[in-house]
């Protein structure tokens, strides 16, 4: 059985897997754990610098490992860090494979700016109530409470959770995504308004075994698209050649 790590972005939780969870097949075991910088618990990582690190342990924690590891929007950021850090070290990169959804990335140190920033920090609050939206389903939320929900997440990540991610932003140019060489699924989002989805395929292009797949939609394919999106997965998947397992103990 092949196991699938499951990894949500800032300032949301495991539980915005939710509406994939039916559609998983049988044959595959998947793990969803609250991170460190989920929306009610940030305040004991505002101020890691070392997100990477703390990823390692959150892998390390998968019984017999992770197969293929799902990283969503901020969380892809900490994950390259981690694989582009174990690569330049010479050690195995220790998952079979990796799906990158709706990330942030840039080439070079350039390609950053001072008018992106008002636009970005403007737009977070959008993305939190859009991820609201999606999650609650059925269940219609009013706009004004919905709005103030999401403004209650922006108050709990805070200016310092904001910054770790502005941070790992703006190291990605400096990454080695030249030495990530397990196979790599990048997910944009063609309407995305927050993570351009020209950054996705341009991650794509730059990781050596790196694949883009532009889908209609926004920010949270897993959530405007769950059967669609556990298809992808699973068909990556199924390509993924199989991690070495440990030797079992005599």
């Given at each position: 059985m092949k196991q699938i790590l499951l990894l949500h972005g800032l300032g949301n939780n495991g539980g915005i897997w939710n509406g994939?969870?039916?559609?998983?097949?049988?044959?595959?075991?998947?793990?969803?754990?609250?991170?460190?910088?989920?929306?009610?618990?940030?305040?004991?990582?505002?101020?890691?610098?070392?997100?990477?690190?703390?990823?390692?342990?959150?892998?390390?924690a998968v019984p017999g490992g992770a197969d293929v590891v799902v990283a969503h929007s901020f969380s892809a950021l900490p994950l390259l860090e981690l694989l582009s850090r174990r690569a330049r070290d010479g050690q195995p990169a220790g998952i079979g494979g990796v799906v990158l959804v709706t990330p942030f990335y840039r080439r070079q140190p350039e390609d950053f700016h001072w008018d992106m920033i008002a636009p970005l920090l403007t737009s977070f609050p959008e993305t939190m109530g859009e991820g609201i939206r999606l999650q609650s389903g059925s269940r219609r939320i009013d706009p004004e409470l919905r709005a103030d929900m999401a403004r209650r997440l922006c108050e709990w990540v805070g200016p310092y959770g904001w910054l770790r991610f502005f941070d790992a932003y703006l190291n990605s140019p400096r990454l080695r995504i030249d030495l990530i060489t397990v196979p790599s699924l990048v997910i944009g989002g063609a309407e995305d308004p927050t993570a351009p989805v020209d950054e996705a395929r341009l991650l794509a292009a730059d990781l050596p075994?790196?694949?883009?797949?532009?889908?209609?939609?926004?920010?949270?394919?897993?959530?405007?698209?769950?059967?669609?999106?556990?298809?992808?997965?699973?068909?990556?998947?199924?390509?993924?050649?199989?991690?070495?397992?440990?030797a079992a103990a005599l």
């Open positions: 994939v969870r039916p559609h998983w097949r049988d044959d595959v075991r998947v793990h969803a754990p609250d991170l460190p910088w989920r929306g009610d618990g940030i305040d004991t990582w505002r101020f890691e610098t070392d997100s990477a690190a703390r990823l390692e342990d959150v892998l390390a075994a790196g694949e883009a797949h532009i889908v209609d939609g926004g920010h949270f394919p897993m959530l405007e698209r769950p059967r669609w999106f556990t298809d992808a997965v699973h068909e990556f998947l199924d390509r993924v050649p199989a991690r070495p397992r440990p």
